[in-house]
C-alpha cells in the first residue's frame, strides 16, 4: 500500500532533528532566563551553532550553505517543539533574511568576507529595511544613498532592527532614485564605519532575548563594492525575499502552537482541582481538542505551501494566507494555553506566559495580518 512521502521525517530529517534537540539541551536551555534579562544571545551561539552547520542550511552551496529550505525549516521547528524561546530563534538566525541578497549577488568578496563568516557563526547580519515611519510599505522608504566618487553616501535611519545591536554588518536599502519602488538599492555597511550608529537595545514586550535596535546613518560612507546586486533592483530582491521570510514565520507558529499543547497536555494530567485532575474535566478536554484541530489543520497547509515553493513556485496569494493562518491559530493557542493552566500561566517567566508575550509580533513581523489580507486580495477576481 502506498503512502505519500512526509519530507519532514526523513530518516536525516530525523538523525537532523536529535542533533537540533541536543544542541537546544545543551546550548539554549539552562541559559535562557539569564539572556532574556541580558536582552541577547552570546556570540559563543552563533559559534556553536555555527559549527554544527545549522547556519548554512536552506542555502546554496556556492556561498557555503548545503540542504534545502525544509532542512532550516526543520531546525526552527524542532528548537521551538524543544521548549526554545521564538526570540532566540529570531536572533540566532536572522542570517536568514540578510544574507539572501549577497548570496544572489554571487561575488566572491562578498561571500568571502560577510557570507561564509556569517554561517561558520563568527560574524553576525541584521537586515535594515524597516523605517520609523514605514514598514511593508517598502516602497516609501526615506533612507538615501548618493553615490559620489568611487563610492555612495548613506543618510537616513532604520528601525526595529533585530539584531541591529550586535551586528557586525547591515544588509540595507536605501533609495537610490526617485522612481518610487524601482528606484531602491541594497548595500552592506558594516559597524565601525564612521556615521553609522546604533540606539541602545529597544524594549519590547516579547523576544526579550532578541536584540532590536534603531539605526542611524549620517554621511555613511561604502565603497562601491558595498551596492549589493544592480543599482534599483532592491525593491526586487526585498519582495524575492519575502515568502521565504514569511513561510519561515509560519512554519514558526505552527511550532510554537504545538509546544503550547504539549505542555498543556502535561499541566491538565498532572493538576488536580476538587479532587480530579483537570483532564477529566470535559470543557477543558474540549478546549484541548479544539487547540489541537486548528494546530493540526494550520500546520498541514504551511507545509504544503512549504513543500510547493521548495519546488520552486511562486506562491505569492498562498504564502500569505499560510501566515495569516498560523498566526491566527497561534493567537488562538497561546491564550488557550494561559488560560489553561489559570496562575501559572500568569506567573512573569513561566513558559506559557513567555510564548504568549512572544507570540505578539508573529502576527505584525514580515508584513501585518492586514497587509497579508490586501496581498490576498490581489489574486482575487475583484475587477
Not at 522608504?141 to 566618487?149: F, P, Y
Request: aromatic share 6%.
Amino acid at each position: 500500500m502506498s503512502s505519500i512521502p512526509d519530507l519532514w521525517h526523513t530518516p536525516e530529517r530525523n538523525a537532523l532533528r536529535e542533533t537540533v534537540r541536543a544542541f537546544a539541551s545543551k546550548e539554549i536551555l539552562p541559559h535562557i532566563t539569564r539572556w532574556e534579562d541580558e536582552g541577547e544571545i552570546p556570540r559563543d551561539l552563533h559559534r556553536a551553532a555555527g559549527g554544527l552547520g545549522l547556519l548554512a542550511l536552506g542555502l546554496p552551496q556556492h556561498a557555503g550553505g548545503e540542504g534545502e529550505m525544509i532542512d532550516q525549516l526543520v531546525v526552527s521547528e524542532e528548537l521551538l517543539l524543544a521548549g526554545v524561546p521564538s526570540g532566540v530563534l529570531a536572533a540566532l538566525f536572522t542570517h536568514a533574511i540578510a544574507l539572501p541578497p549577497l548570496v544572489a549577488d554571487a561575488r566572491e568578496e562578498l561571500l568571502r568576507d560577510f557570507v561564509r563568516p556569517t554561517l561558520a557563526g563568527e560574524k553576525i547580519c541584521a537586515l535594515g529595511i524597516t523605517e520609523p515611519d514605514t514598514g511593508s510599505d517598502v516602497a516609501s522608504l526615506r533612507t538615501r544613498a548618493e553615490h559620489d566618487g568611487d563610492g555612495w553616501i548613506i543618510n537616513g535611519s532604520k528601525m526595529f532592527i533585530t539584531s541591529g545591536h550586535r551586528a557586525d554588518f547591515v544588509t540595507v536599502a536605501a533609495r537610490t532614485s526617485d522612481n518610487g519602488h524601482e528606484g531602491l538599492s541594497m548595500f552592506v555597511v558594516e559597524r565601525g564605519t564612521p556615521g553609522f550608529t546604533v540606539s541602545r537595545k529597544l524594549d519590547k514586550m516579547g523576544w526579550h532575548s532578541s536584540d532590536t535596535a534603531e539605526l542611524f546613518f549620517s554621511d555613511v560612507r561604502v565603497p562601491e563594492r558595498n551596492l549589493v546586486g544592480e543599482r534599483d533592483q532592491g525593491f526586487h530582491q526585498i519582495m524575492r525575499q519575502f515568502a521565504s521570510e514569511r513561510i519561515g514565520m509560519s512554519v514558526q507558529a505552527c511550532a510554537i502552537a504545538q509546544r503550547c499543547i504539549d505542555l498543556s497536555v502535561v499541566w491538565m494530567r498532572e493538576r488536580e482541582s476538587f479532587g480530579r485532575p483537570l483532564a477529566s474535566r470535559q470543557v477543558l478536554r474540549h478546549r484541548l481538542a479544539e487547540m489541537h484541530r486548528r494546530t493540526t489543520v494550520a500546520r498541514s497547509y504551511v507545509r504544503h505551501v512549504a513543500e510547493r515553493l521548495q519546488a520552486g513556485e511562486e506562491l505569492i496569494a498562498e504564502v500569505a494566507m499560510a501566515k495569516n493562518t498560523a498566526t491566527e491559530v497561534l493567537d488562538f493557542v497561546v491564550d488557550n494555553a494561559v488560560q489553561l493552566h489559570g496562575g501559572a500561566g500568569f506567573v512573569r517567566d513561566s513558559e506559557v506566559e513567555r510564548h504568549y508575550r512572544d507570540a505578539r509580533v508573529f502576527s505584525i513581523g514580515g508584513g501585518t495580518y492586514e497587509i497579508m489580507n490586501e496581498v490576498i486580495t490581489k489574486f482575487l477576481p475583484l475587477r
